[in-house]
């Protein structure tokens, strides 16, 4: 089972994301629903004080509409309430699962590290004095994205006002039960698959947050108003906000990044919200990564899986149901990047039939 939609996939620059932000676009409420709205969120915050968990209001960016290029045009949350579609068909999970594999057990190293039973040895390369060895699947002269949609296409997003108080409270199933998703609160949040020089994935394993405590994730969190702008065009800029939160929660600043491009938008469907999902490659090694300092205390322990098609594919089989609703699909549109289509097809295939929700 799934828990997610994959609305646009591609490979998108900054230059290819354009954004239009429309302030006057935002949720109305009656004052008697604003009355209940306010006590409910009340009701949160006590519970996240109980539970020393993390939940505070914030600015947020909400996600009005979405329309990607090549004639491939998705329609708004706005007119659809049922969810966005390409013309002619639905955009679905189904529309993407055409085979089926499975997948060996991996095992679990220290210090959080997931390995498949054939990476436990060290890689070659990786000894004092050597710089960081590139991923053991790429062959010399390799591209670092194997299979990567021609550049160039543009994703267009509509953006509005919403808070992060709005969506605690309008994805409770007390509001949203018989409301279409047009009218949920919709925060545009980001994430990013960060792949070390030596060929790690960073994963958090979320811990004193308000959601999918317990379960991996990648780097991530919410594109915040007033804060993630792009100082040359003051307009909203979710690169900066990738950015921010992998400084935020690694102390990986942008020098240490050599690449970076979003890779598409996935919507949440269990706790209703729109993720924009990146791939961030860095110049350092994992140890490198290691030694920086947070800014905040967010992720308490950095784990990690070896960016390499059998591994990732048996993280995936192994934890699924076990990873965030947004971090998954992040970790297939990464797969399908570089390990292609086959790959994708296989392992999207396979966790269609596995449960959820562990």
């Not at 947020?60 to 068909?89: C, H, M, N, W």
């Not at 958090?204 to 804060?227: A, M, N, P």
């Not at 999902?277 to 290691?290: A, Q």
Request: glycine letters at 8%; one cysteine or more; charged letters at 25%.
């Amino acid at each position: 089972m799934l828990e997610f939609e994959i609305l646009a996939r591609g490979r998108y620059r900054p230059q290819d994301l354009h954004i239009s932000y429309q302030p006057d676009q935002f949720l109305r409420f009656t004052p008697e629903l604003q009355e209940w709205m306010e006590r409910f969120w009340q009701e949160k915050l006590r519970g996240a004080r109980q539970q020393n968990s993390l939940l505070f209001d914030s600015p947020l960016y909400r996600l009005i509409s979405v329309q990607q290029d090549s004639e491939q045009t998705l329609t708004s949350v706005k007119s659809r309430g049922a969810g966005f579609s390409l013309p002619g068909r639905e955009v679905s999970p189904q529309n993407f699962f055409l085979s089926f594999s499975a997948a060996a057990r991996g095992e679990r190293g220290e210090g959080g590290d997931y390995h498949a039973p054939s990476m436990l040895a060290p890689h070659p390369g990786r000894r004092a004095g050597r710089p960081p060895a590139p991923p053991a699947w790429r062959k010399q002269g390799d591209s670092p994205l194997l299979n990567l949609p021609p550049m160039g296409q543009a994703l267009h997003l509509t953006l509005g006002q919403t808070s992060y108080k709005e969506y605690v409270v309008t994805r409770s199933q007390e509001f949203a039960s018989g409301r279409t998703r047009a009218e949920l609160g919709n925060p545009l949040s980001v994430c990013s698959v960060v792949e070390t020089a030596d060929g790690h994935i960073l994963l958090d394993k979320r811990q004193g947050v308000d959601l999918y405590v317990g379960r991996y994730h990648v780097i991530g969190g919410f594109f915040e108003r007033d804060v993630d702008i792009n100082a040359t065009t003051q307009q909203p800029d979710p690169f900066a906000a990738m950015r921010r939160e992998i400084r935020e929660e690694t102390g990986i600043g942008t020098d240490d990044i050599s690449e970076q491009f979003c890779l598409g938008l996935v919507y949440d469907v269990f706790t209703p919200h729109p993720e924009l999902c990146f791939l961030t490659r860095l110049r350092i090694s994992l140890e490198e990564v290691r030694r920086r300092k947070p800014e905040d205390g967010e992720i308490k322990t950095l784990h990690t899986c070896p960016g390499e098609p059998t591994s990732l594919a048996q993280f995936i089989l192994q934890h699924h149901g076990n990873i965030s609703a947004t971090g998954e699909p992040n970790l297939l549109l990464y797969g399908q990047l570089c390990y292609g289509d086959d790959w994708f097809d296989a392992i999207t295939s396979s966790i269609s039939n596995l449960p959820s929700r562990k």
